[in-house]
T-cell receptor
């Protein structure tokens, strides 16, 4: 089967750093995505990794290890507005699943002052 | 630039009623899709389309129909609503025919079936 695991909830302090992990088991691999979703709102795209390594984009970085089936999203200098759910999604690589992402249930991040 | 527009934002139905969720995008995206989001679960794909006149089933298509007569519009029809269809529905689109992953989502439609 295909599966994505991420922690249900995490708490961090304003100004600190937090790492949100995502592990996956899929039939092939053709990219991993992170989305941010504020409560009651739509998901918005954060990052995309298809090769091993770290992708940095401002305060947010995303890391991928394909051999370990593992990714993390690193958020630095946390702000109150970073309180949201963070969704990990993987695109398997098979001829008939080119259009479908497999989504994790999301990690709810709570930022405390 | 409106992006992806969904209507209605909220809807309450009785079991057995039918309704259509509307989705329109003004970005000339070829790929469009419908997801449902339930507590404790990941987004689940209902139906998708890679261009006008082409639709296909996703992971949870039962009880839903779609059509794609134009590039801009991708309505989702609930044929006979059931309480199990209580959920938040998102329409999403992407550049090109393949799902490149950077999906643009509508604001969501919260549906309650009594």
């Amino acid at each position: 089967g295909q599966n994505i695991d991420q922690p249900t909830e995490m708490t961090a302090t304003e100004g600190a750093i937090v790492q949100i992990n995502c592990t996956y088991q899929t039939s092939g691999f053709n990219g991993l995505f992170w989305y941010q979703q504020h409560a009651g709102e739509a998901p918005t795209f954060l990052s995309y990794n298809v090769l091993d390594g770290l992708e940095e984009k401002g305060r947010f970085s995303s890391f991928l290890s394909r051999s370990k089936g593992y990714s993390y999203l690193l958020l630095k200098e946390l702000q109150m507005k970073d309180s949201a759910s963070y969704l990990c999604a993987v695109r398997p690589y098979t001829p008939d699943s080119n259009y479908q992402l497999i989504w994790g249930a999301g990690t709810k991040l709570i930022i405390k002052p | 630039n409106a992006g992806v527009t969904q209507t209605p934002k909220f809807q309450v139905l009785k079991t057995g009623q039918s309704m259509t969720l509307q989705c329109a995008q003004d970005m000339n995206h070829e790929y469009m899709s419908w997801y449902r989001q339930d507590p404790g679960m990941g987004l689940r794909l209902i139906h998708y389309s890679v261009g006008a006149g082409i639709t296909d089933q996703g992971e949870v298509p039962n009880g839903y129909n779609v059509s794609r007569s134009t590039t801009e519009d991708f309505p989702l029809r609930l044929l006979s609503a059931a309480p199990s269809q209580t959920s938040v529905y998102f329409c999403a689109s992407s550049y090109g025919r393949a799902n490149t992953g950077e999906l643009f989502f509508g604001e969501g439609s919260r549906l309650t079936v009594l």
